[in-house]
């Protein structure tokens, strides 16, 4: 080969390689214009995509706010009406105070005049038992001690206050009414007679409250119950009058269910004024 012909093709193929790589570097500057587009684009969209979801959440937040203050608003509204209530609803209170402080002051002074008026009466009371105590005492002896005692109690009871009147007078009432079912009773017992410092056994037979007789264990002494305005009641012997003597043997023989039951005469002591 000669060396013109060597050199031409040389140039030949070294124009030819410039072109293919001016071809690839053509190629390859388009195709990174073409992804550097494409990421602009991809930027671009994101960011609008972030710019509407921001402008989302702050129409979201306006929203809320709005919302709220409005919320504020009427709770704001709802306060106002409701301590306009509280403060009506105080005064009513504070006027109701004021009435019930006049109610409670006017029920107090009530209170004490009648704590007073009741002590007042308490002492009455209790006083006016003690006078009914010598009449116990005076009246048919017959546990006369034991219904004494009673009134006495009571009367001591009520006088400090331990007992209220309404029981000092039911029990005051009940040992009357005690008294007076003596009346409607007959009763006949062993015992002792005391009687001018002898002490005598034998038998007791009381008839209600009006008689009362004694005969000794061995029959040889009989004693009756009178009542005279000087003595008051006394028992007296009439072992030496045969006729009573034998007329009260004869009643004791009848209460004690020893004889036949007949009607029998019984010694009363009668007032002055009625024989």
Not at 97 to 124: D, G, P
Request: aromatic fraction near 8%.
């Amino acid at each position: 080969m000669r060396p013109s012909v060597f050199v031409r093709g040389s140039l030949y193929f070294c124009a030819i390689m410039k072109r293919i790589l001016f071809f690839i570097a053509l190629s390859v500057s388009f195709a990174m214009a073409q992804e550097t587009v494409e990421s602009v684009r991809k930027q671009i969209s994101a960011v609008e995509k972030e710019t509407k979801r921001e402008k989302s959440l702050h129409e979201a937040e306006k929203k809320r706010h709005e919302e709220f203050i409005a919320a504020g608003k009427q709770k704001v509204i709802a306060l106002n009406a409701q301590n306009k209530s509280l403060r009506a609803e105080l005064d009513s209170m504070k006027a109701e105070i004021a009435k019930l402080t006049v109610a409670r002051n006017k029920a107090s002074s009530t209170v004490r005049w009648y704590e007073s008026k009741k002590a007042k009466y308490r002492e009455e009371l209790s006083k006016f038992i003690e006078t009914l105590i010598p009449l116990v005492e005076a009246d048919f002896p017959y546990r006369n001690s034991e219904a004494a005692s009673g009134l006495k109690e009571i009367a001591e009871q009520l006088s400090k206050a331990v007992i209220s009147p309404d029981d000092a007078l039911g029990r005051a009432l009940e040992i009357f009414s005690e008294r007076i079912r003596l009346g409607y009773t007959t009763e006949v017992w062993k015992g002792v007679l005391t009687y001018e410092q002898r002490e005598i056994n034998g038998t007791f037979m009381r008839y209600g409250a009006v008689a009362s007789l004694f005969v000794s264990t061995d029959g040889n002494e009989v004693f009756w119950l009178s009542e005279s305005p000087e003595k008051g009641y006394a028992w007296e012997n009439v072992s030496n009058n045969m006729e009573m003597r034998t007329l009260l043997k004869e009643v004791l023989k009848v209460a004690e269910g020893k004889t036949a039951p007949r009607l029998v005469l019984i010694p009363v002591s009668l007032p002055k004024e009625v024989k």
